[in-house]
């Protein structure tokens, strides 16, 4: 039986048959790279921008690597966004921008927040006004589901949101305002995604900023306890990297004018802490059967944390076509392989 086609299988031909002139900001870090490797698979030119902060340059010579591109497709630029003029730089000759660059981490966000509104709110406004000016087609930029702050719906609704509970989130809705204000006041084209817990090959699993499932999986691998902040019964919805790609895709080609606006993306489905503590650690078992014996440590919550949170992803699904490929536990498989190679 053959397959139908989906919007992003044809989003897909279409951008092989008419390559594109991409930018990528925060190209070396985890998302950003990922997205440099489908552009270039798919015979895009990119320009990746990245200060090197957080991303690390083997990321663009992997995703290059694993594209099987060309050099000179992807140019690699080691430069901070917050600079005057590296975004106009950046932005010249440039059809679509994809805005990655941030500093990430809502503890990290309470530890430094002068450094967090610096970096996603200033460096941001810089993009804006640099894709503005250059004539970009369209851009699409990172949002956070820390923007629903302490409101309690579930699942989670682009239309309703609480007040922030982090610098961090703070910084995202700020960020949600100013695309609102470009739209609406030098008709630039934006699109907002607000991710929800990415995970996938290429995160970052060091520093006291990691996110939990490269985290766990490192400590897992060497023997370590894993910390959990709380009861455990916390919930997050855990998106596979690769539905970040799709969505992106279709943020940025999707034609109709409706498309603009801000959308959440991820899979549609909660999964507490203990309960992925447990899938990890089986999963990686099955290559370390010493993993099988790992048990959590148990600690106080963080400051900043939100409870619970999932997505309702219908609205993405209706007006660009997303449809969530990879599921959590099918994502995780590709992950910890991955990560068991290290």
Known sequence: MLRVKTAYDLACEELAAAPRRWLVTGGAGFIGSHLVERLLTLGQEVVALDDLSTGHRRNIDDAVASAGAPADRCRFVERDVVEAGVAVDACRDVDIVLHQAALGSVPRSVKEPREAYARNVEGFINVLDAARDAGVSRLVYASSSS??????????????????????????????????????????????LRYFNVFGKRQDPDGPYAAVIPRWTRRMLAGKRCRIYGDGKTTRDYCYVDNVVQANLLAATTGAETALGVYNVAAGDPTTLNELFALIRSGLAEKRPDVRSATPVYEGFRTGDVRHSYADVSKARERLGYEPRWTLLEGLRSTLDWYAAL
């Open 147 to 192: 923007v629903y702050g302490d409101s309690p719906s579930l699942p989670k609704v682009e239309a309703r949101i609480g007040n922030p509970a982090s610098p961090y989130a703070a910084t995202k809705r700020v960020n949600e305002l100013y695309a609102e204000m470009y739209r609406r006041s030098y008709n630039l084209q934006v699109v907002g």
